[in-house]
C-alpha cells in the first residue's frame, strides 16, 4: 500500500530529504532513525533501496514554501516528531533542529506533539514529566468508552457486574467485535475489565481499537494502535496518547504497574513497517475510532465495522483468534 501527499507525488523526496536533515544533528540520523527512513520510503512512498545520505541538504524555509498546504504539512509534521523520538538519548538539540521545521510549516499549529517532546527532552527523557503525565490521564479520559465514562472510569475494586456485562458478548457469533473481545482477551491471557482494579471503561473501547484497526497486542503494535489513532484524528488528546505508548514502549521511562517499560522498540526488525502500515490506514479512515460507541456495534462482524470506516485490511494480516473451547 502506498500513498501520496495529497495527490502530490513531486513532494515524495522534499519529504524524505526533510526528515533526513530534520534528524541531522552532525551525525547524519542515528541507525534506528536512518533504518526508519529508508523503511519509510520504500513501504509508504515505493522509493526502493534509498540512500539517505544521497538525498540533498533542505532547510526549513524551502521545506516550508513546498509544503504549502494544511494537509502535506500535518503529514510531514506527524513524521518528523515520531522519528525524533526514536533518537536514544534525546538531546535539547535533536529537538531544537526539528521545532525548526516544525516551525516553518505552521507556528503553533505545528506544535502538537511538539511541546510535550520538549518538555521530556529537557528532563533528560528517562523522568517523564508531570505535564507529560497530566496529558496522558487527560487523554484516557477522554477516551473511555462513552457509555461507561460515569460509571467505570476508575474502580478501587474489582466490579462483578461489568465482567458479567462483557462475559454476554461471548454468546455472539465469531467474526463479531463483542465475540472477538472476549477471546482476544482469553487468547491473550489478560483479564477482563472489572475483574481487577483499574480503568476498564478506556480498555474496554482501546481493546475494541485493537481489533478493528488491525492491531495485535505486542509492544510495536501498541505503538502502531497509537499511530493509527492519530493518523485518522490528529489533536491534543491523541499526540498525548501517542507519546504515552512511546514514553512505556520506545523509552522504558513510564507505564502503569501492570504494563513492562521498553527501550528501542521501533528498532527491531519489521517493527517500523508495521507502525507505518498503521499510519498509512488511519489516514484513511473516516472516523476518530476511539470517539464512537464500541459497545453498540459489539454485534457487527469485525469486517463490516472496517467497511463502513474505510479501513483496510492489515498488512502484514492481523492472526485470527482461535475458539479454544
Given at each position: 500500500m502506498?500513498?501520496?501527499l495529497?495527490?502530490?507525488?513531486?513532494?515524495?523526496i522534499?519529504?524524505?530529504r526533510?526528515?533526513?536533515?530534520?534528524?541531522?544533528?552532525?551525525?547524519?540520523?542515528t541507525?534506528?532513525?536512518?533504518?526508519?527512513?529508508?523503511?519509510?520510503?520504500?513501504i509508504?512512498?515505493d522509493v526502493?533501496?534509498?540512500?539517505?545520505?544521497?538525498?540533498?541538504?533542505?532547510?526549513?524555509?524551502?521545506?516550508?514554501?513546498?509544503?504549502?498546504?494544511?494537509?502535506?504539512r500535518r503529514?510531514?509534521?506527524?513524521?518528523?516528531?515520531?522519528?525524533?523520538?526514536c533518537?536514544?538519548?534525546?538531546?535539547?538539540?535533536?529537538?531544537?533542529?526539528?521545532?525548526?521545521?516544525?516551525?516553518a510549516?505552521?507556528?503553533?499549529d505545528?506544535e502538537?506533539?511538539?511541546?510535550?517532546?520538549?518538555?521530556?527532552?529537557?528532563?533528560a527523557?528517562l523522568?517523564?514529566?508531570?505535564?507529560?503525565?497530566?496529558a496522558w490521564?487527560?487523554?484516557?479520559d477522554?477516551?473511555?468508552?462513552?457509555?461507561?465514562?460515569?460509571?467505570?472510569?476508575?474502580t478501587?475494586?474489582p466490579?462483578?457486574e461489568?465482567?458479567?456485562?462483557v462475559?454476554?458478548?461471548?454468546?455472539?457469533p465469531?467474526?463479531?467485535?463483542?465475540?472477538e473481545?472476549?477471546?482476544?482477551?482469553?487468547?491473550?491471557?489478560?483479564?477482563?475489565?472489572?475483574?481487577?482494579?483499574?480503568?476498564?471503561?478506556?480498555?474496554?473501547?482501546?481493546?475494541?481499537?485493537?481489533?478493528?484497526?488491525?492491531?495485535?497486542?505486542?509492544a510495536h503494535?501498541?505503538?502502531a494502535?497509537?499511530?493509527?489513532?492519530?493518523?485518522?484524528?490528529?489533536?491534543?488528546?491523541?499526540?498525548?496518547?501517542?507519546?504515552?505508548?512511546?514514553?512505556?514502549?520506545?523509552?522504558?521511562?513510564?507505564?502503569?504497574?501492570?504494563?513492562?517499560?521498553?527501550i528501542?522498540?521501533?528498532?527491531?526488525?519489521?517493527?517500523?513497517a508495521?507502525?507505518?502500515d498503521?499510519?498509512?490506514?488511519?489516514?484513511?479512515?473516516?472516523?476518530?475510532l476511539?470517539?464512537v460507541?464500541?459497545?453498540?456495534?459489539a454485534?457487527?462482524?469485525?469486517?463490516?465495522?472496517?467497511?463502513?470506516?474505510?479501513?483496510?485490511?492489515?498488512e502484514?494480516p492481523?492472526?485470527?483468534?482461535?475458539?479454544?473451547?
Amino acid at each position: 500500500m502506498t500513498i501520496t501527499l495529497d495527490g502530490r507525488d513531486d513532494l515524495t523526496i522534499p519529504l524524505l530529504r526533510a526528515i533526513r536533515f530534520a534528524i541531522d544533528v552532525g551525525d547524519g540520523g542515528t541507525a534506528q532513525q536512518r533504518s526508519m527512513l529508508v523503511d519509510l520510503a520504500r513501504i509508504v512512498f515505493d522509493v526502493r533501496d534509498l540512500d539517505p545520505d544521497a538525498l540533498a541538504p533542505i532547510e526549513p524555509e524551502e521545506v516550508a514554501v513546498r509544503f504549502d498546504t494544511i494537509t502535506v504539512r500535518r503529514r510531514l509534521r506527524m513524521f518528523l516528531v515520531l522519528f525524533m523520538l526514536c533518537r536514544h538519548p534525546l538531546p535539547g538539540e535533536q529537538v531544537a533542529r526539528v521545532e525548526a521545521f516544525v516551525d516553518a510549516l505552521g507556528g503553533a499549529d505545528g506544535e502538537l506533539g511538539l511541546v510535550q517532546a520538549r518538555a521530556m527532552a529537557d528532563a533528560a527523557i528517562l523522568e517523564i514529566t508531570d505535564d507529560l503525565h497530566r496529558a496522558w490521564d487527560a487523554s484516557l479520559d477522554r477516551m473511555t468508552e462513552t457509555t461507561l465514562r460515569d460509571e467505570y472510569r476508575n474502580t478501587e475494586q474489582p466490579s462483578p457486574e461489568l465482567v458479567a456485562r462483557v462475559l454476554a458478548l461471548r454468546d455472539l457469533p465469531r467474526g463479531t467485535l463483542g465475540r472477538e473481545y472476549v477471546e482476544f482477551y482469553r487468547a491473550n491471557g489478560f483479564a477482563l475489565p472489572g475483574e481487577k482494579p483499574g480503568i476498564p471503561g478506556f480498555f474496554l473501547g482501546h481493546d475494541m481499537c485493537h481489533l478493528i484497526a488491525g492491531c495485535g497486542p505486542q509492544a510495536h503494535e501498541e505503538i502502531a494502535l497509537g499511530a493509527f489513532l492519530l493518523a485518522a484524528h490528529e489533536d491534543d488528546a491523541h499526540w498525548a496518547y501517542l507519546l504515552g505508548v512511546m514514553a512505556i514502549f520506545e523509552y522504558g521511562a513510564y507505564g502503569p504497574s501492570d504494563f513492562e517499560a521498553k527501550i528501542g522498540t521501533l528498532g527491531r526488525p519489521s517493527a517500523m513497517a508495521v507502525v507505518l502500515d498503521a499510519m498509512l490506514r488511519g489516514q484513511q479512515c473516516y472516523v476518530d475510532l476511539l470517539a464512537v460507541d464500541h459497545l453498540a456495534m459489539a454485534h457487527l462482524p469485525i469486517a463490516e465495522i472496517r467497511r463502513r470506516f474505510n479501513i483496510a485490511e492489515p498488512e502484514p494480516p492481523f492472526p485470527p483468534i482461535i475458539d479454544v473451547t
